[in-house]
Structure formats: structure tokens, C-alpha cells
């Protein structure tokens, strides 16, 4: 297995259906990556030596998905120079702004890339981590390119041709109605 380009960090394992989706897009860019539980709660002393470790290990950017009052990705970025992406968690019964606000709201000096909440910002997540690696990876930046092409495409025309069949489906009703 190659060395990992991408670390992905959660603060729980029941965070692995939202952290999922910021993997598949690692995936379908055959990025190496891993994946770990680490809290900054409840693991605080093995986070912040598992984030001092990674520079040296060639990992390039790291992803912190956490729920609740989410420290996680701030107290990662605060033992490592590597950028830091971090998703708030929709586990709580604040359903995710109370981990929007934790990871987003960092004080000067020690930045988090804060992504939206859920598998969206999750998503975004490895979307961001893609675009990071592909500065200095021409190839990347190439499939970067195209993968942005596909995602105009199939608003453009995959998402157009479901209106218009809504649309027809629609008059067709109509037309039973009269
Ligand atoms: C956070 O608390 C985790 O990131 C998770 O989103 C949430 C709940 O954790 P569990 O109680 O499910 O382990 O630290």
C-alpha cells in the first residue's frame, strides 16, 4: 500500500456514515489515504501525537470530521503544519451547528478549513483535499479538470433532462384531468 497522501480523522465511529463520503472522493481520485478514530475529548493525548507525526510521514493534508462540541479539528491544526479540513458532525441534538461553530470559529493564528455540515461538507472535504494535492500534481489537476466538466454536465444535462421529463410527465396529467 502506498504511503498516505490524505489522513482522515473522526471523533467517533458512529461519525463513519458521514465521514464515508469525503473517502469516496479520495477513492474515485485513487488518492492513499487513511482513516482513524481519534477524539480530542476522550484520546487528547494520542490525537495530538498521532497529528505531530504526520508531516514527517509525507501525509499532506488532514481531514477532521467530529460531532457535538467538535475540538477535534482545532486541536489537531494546533500540532500540525499541515492544512487541516474540518466537518462538523450533524450527532447531536443541535444537529450540527453546535459542531459548525466549534470547528469554523478558530482563533487567529491557527486556521481550519471548516466545510459544511454533514456528508455534504464531508463530501466537499475530499473535494478540497483533491484540489490541495493537485497544485503540484499536474496529472491530478487533469482529472481535477474533468471531474469538474462531469459535474457541469450533469446539471447541464442530466439534471435539465429530469425537468423535462417532470415537465412532460406533467402536461401528460393534465391532459387526463380535462
Ligand atoms: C463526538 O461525539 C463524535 O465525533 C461524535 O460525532 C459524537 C458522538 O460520539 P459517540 O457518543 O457516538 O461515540 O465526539
Known amino acids: 500500500m502506498k504511503n498516505p497522501l490524505v489522513a482522515v480523522i473522526m471523533g467517533s465511529d458512529s461519525d463513519i456514515p458521514v465521514m ?30 498521532y497529528a505531530r507525526g504526520l508531516a514527517s510521514r509525507g ?14 479539528a482545532g486541536a489537531v491544526a494546533a500540532q500540525t503544519s499541515i492544512p487541516v479540513i474540518g466537518v462538523p458532525v450533524d450527532s447531536s441534538p443541535l444537529n450540527g451547528m453546535d459542531s459548525l461553530l466549534s470547528t469554523v470559529q478558530m482563533p487567529p493564528g491557527v486556521p481550519v478549513a471548516a466545510m459544511a455540515i454533514g456528508k455534504g461538507g464531508a463530501y466537499n472535504a475530499g473535494v478540497f483535499a483533491v484540489r490541495i494535492l493537485a497544485l503540484l500534481d499536474p496529472d491530478l489537476a487533469r482529472r481535477y479538470d474533468l471531474f469538474t466538466a462531469q459535474t457541469a454536465d450533469d446539471v447541464l444535462s442530466g439534471s435539465n433532462q429530469k425537468l423535462a421529463d417532470y415537465m412532460a410527465k406533467r402536461t401528460q396529467e393534465k391532459g387526463h384531468l380535462r
Open 20 to 49: 464515508e463520503h469525503a473517502v469516496r472522493v479520495l477513492e474515485k481520485f485513487e488518492i492513499p489515504f487513511e482513516m482513524t478514530v481519534l477524539s480530542a475529548h476522550r484520546t487528547p493525548d494520542q490525537a495530538a501525537e
Open 59 to 72: 501525509v499532506k493534508v488532514l481531514i477532521a470530521g467530529a460531532g457535538w462540541a467538535a475540538h477535534l
